[in-house]
């Protein structure tokens, strides 16, 4: 009888420890792309952003802001929050709206 129980218990074990490897090793991880949104959307409202792209044949976040804001306090400013979120391989490309064509 003690064999019995044992042999439940282990499968039971063995049962509980595959359906939460199932169900819990499938948990997804943000990409790229996904963190890279997050932190424009985060740059967009802190800043007076007029319009932003991201160039990516040529790797290159592309914003035009408003002719009041300090154009190297935005670039500093969006330089952190690319380093504090680790996305790397872009280059800034910052224009006031006057410069636009």
Wanted: overall charge negative.
């Amino acid at each position: 009888m003690r064999r019995v129980y044992l042999s439940l218990i282990a499968i039971c074990s063995i049962i509980t420890l595959v359906w939460f490897n199932i169900n819990y090793s499938n948990a997804e991880t943000p990409g790229k792309d996904e963190v890279l949104s997050k932190v424009l959307d985060e740059i967009w409202i802190e800043y007076d952003i007029l319009a932003y792209s991201v160039l990516i044949t040529d790797s290159v976040l592309y914003f035009v802001i408003d002719d009041n804001e300090n154009k190297s306090e935005v670039t500093q400013g969006i330089e952190k929050k690319i380093e504090q979120n680790d996305i790397e391989g872009y280059t800034l490309e910052i224009v006031k709206e006057n410069e636009v064509d």
